[in-house]
Nanobody, 129 residues
Framework: QVRLAESGGGLVQAGASLRLSCAAS????????MGWFRQAPGSEREFVAG????????SYADAVKGRFTISRDNAKNTLNLEMNNLKPEDTAVYYC??????????????????????WGQGTLVRVSS
């Protein structure tokens, strides 16, 4: 079992920056990939960014490429999302997620929601125009 807890959400104006963090605990050695997803009101949950927990390879959704940066601190079991130049359309609940190829017995695809085994409760980001 891996437990995830997000923090750092809030209300900001367009153009501002915000940093989200996700603290992982439990069987973190089993984690293969971690990612950030978001869900706006009335919309489906969508991929934002992902990172290979060991190798550090990153991937991003086109909508955030160049503005958001995902990073991890393996020693602290922390996943971060640095969000710059925020736009009103970035308003959503942001979720941290973890995929374990040991648990799922399959490949972890960073951008694929169904790949993930564990989810946090989410943190709300609101961007005003």
């Amino acid at each position: 079992q891996v437990r995830l807890a997000e923090s750092g959400g809030g209300l900001v104006q367009a153009g501002a920056s915000l940093r989200l963090s996700c603290a992982a605990s439990g069987r973190t050695l089993s984690v293969t990939v971690m990612g950030w997803f978001r869900q706006a009101p009335g919309s489906e949950r969508e991929f934002v960014a992902g990172i290979n927990w060991i190798g550090g390879n990153e991937s991003y959704a086109d909508a955030v490429k160049g503005r958001f940066t995902i990073s991890r601190d393996n020693a602290k079991n922390t996943l971060n999302l640095e969000m710059n130049n925020l736009k009103p359309e970035d308003t959503a609940v942001y979720y941290c997620a973890a995929c374990s190829e040991t648990v799922s017995q399959g490949l972890c695809v960073a951008s694929l929601l169904a790949s993930y085994d564990y989810w946090g409760q989410g943190t709300l980001v609101r961007v005003s125009s």
